[in-house]
């Protein structure tokens, strides 16, 4: 995930460009939203499709590579450009052979394996390598280059592609699943509810920090708004889905602030890229804290999010561009206020929500300055009995 961040920061600032260049110039909400202005047009190719279409292989090659080590990136990277490529399966191909229903390769061309797909590629790929290093263990140093430079990496690609070849179709068709689903819930009979609606896909966000539940969730929110940029009701589940990608890192930068002690100077450091990662739409900042204190932070993140999204909903605010954070809210128009107020109002309840459920660290590692924090929570009054012990 770390090395997919700086992708997703280029490619979600320049999209929200692309869209508020389109604004500014006057352009009405459409299916060529983004596009239509020449600057927008080149800052939409740049950011959407070259800057966030490689979010898959990244992810896919460095598992790979996590797994391999450097024989696994090629065929990592391959087989996370498969599972962004809807095309590359066995019912693609036989549909257009007419083997098979014609109309299923429409299904294949318009909706790929996505972010699971690219987490299975990797997996397999780093795998496969590992099985032909054993293969090839005899081998004669003479021969170690061929190896390296032929062997490894023309089987392992073989190897993941005829994988792929298979595996896109169940985790397209459950892409498709997510987004008909999501689709669903935007029909008017379900408006009554609408604020329920935005709290769970606000919250789904935030529960795994740019994991594979908050990935499907965005792309199936985000194929659900570009089939109707006019869709007001998707409008607002995209709001609320822009609010559960901001709240964990802001919310955790905020709680370094308000409860220092509760976290040492280690956690509080990185608070100021936090908070402008949040601001920016980066949920991924947010990784280091879970894996240190997963069941508070995770619980901190999610309640919070379902708050902030909820209200996004119930107030209707909405958002246009996908991705960016604050710089896509820049192009909501009239409700730009309201969910910009939705995700501070979430933001500041978790900050207080974790800075109250967290001990309080031994000063030796806080290393606190003047400000020593809201004192309350769990914890209050335990630091001189910590540091005799030490004694």
């Known amino acids: ?96 052979k007419n083997v098979i229903n014609p109309s299923i390769a429409d299904d294949m061309v318009n909706n790929s394996a996505g972010f699971f797909g690219a987490i299975i590629a990797g997996f397999l790929s780093g795998f496969y390598v590992n099985q032909m290093k054993k293969w090839f263990a005899k081998m004669p140093n003479s021969l170690q280059g ?10 392992s690609v073989i190897m993941i592609g005829a994988s792929m070849f298979i595996c896109n179709i169940p985790f397209a068709y459950l892409n498709i699943g997510i987004g008909e689903g999501v689709t669903q819930l ?21 529960i795994d920090m740019g994991g594979p539940i908050n990935k499907a969730t965005h792309y199936a ?97 909405v958002a246009l561009a996908p991705e960016g954070g604050m710089i896509s809210y820049a192009v909501m128009g009239a409700a730009c206020w309201k969910a910009i107020v939705c995700a501070l109002i979430g933001c500041v309840f978790g900050a207080f929500m974790l800075g109250t459920l967290r001990k309080k660290v031994p000063s030796e590692y806080a290393l606190l300055g003047k400000w020593k924090g809201i004192p309350i929570g769990p914890g209050v009054g335990k630091k001189k009995k910590i540091i005799e012990v030490k004694k």
């Open 1 to 96: 995930i770390s090395h997919m961040i700086p992708f997703v920061v280029a490619g979600g600032i320049l999209l929200a460009i692309a869209y508020l260049i389109d604004t500014i110039a006057g352009v009405s909400p459409g299916p060529d939203f983004g596009q239509t202005n020449v600057g927008a047009h080149i800052f939409h190719i740049l950011g959407g499709t070259l800057a966030l279409g490689l979010i898959f292989p990244v992810v896919s090659g460095f598992i790979s590579y996590s797994i391999a080590g450097r024989p696994g990136i090629v065929s990592g990277f391959v087989g996370g450009m498969a599972a962004n490529t809807g095309m590359f399966s066995l019912l693609y191909f036989l549909s257009i």
């Open 221 to 317: 929110v985000l194929g659900v708004l570009l089939k109707d940029m006019t869709n007001t009701t998707a409008q607002t589940l995209m709001a609320s889905n822009i609010v559960g990608i901001m709240v964990p890192p802001v919310m955790i930068a905020l709680a370094t602030w308000l409860f220092p002690q509760k976290f040492t100077k280690a956690d509080r450091q990185p608070s100021p890229a936090n908070l402008v990662m949040g601001f920016c739409g980066i949920t991924e900042g947010a990784i280091p804290y879970v894996v240190k204190d997963p069941i508070r932070v995770i619980g901190s993140s999610v309640t919070a999010s379902f708050i902030g999204g909820a209200l996004c909903a119930a107030i209707h605010g």
């Open 146 to 155: 061929i190896k390296d430079m032929i062997l490894v990496p023309l089987l």
């Open 186 to 206: 935007t029909s008017d009979k379900y408006k009554y509810i609408l604020w329920v609606i935005g709290g769970l896909v606000s919250a789904l966000m935030a």
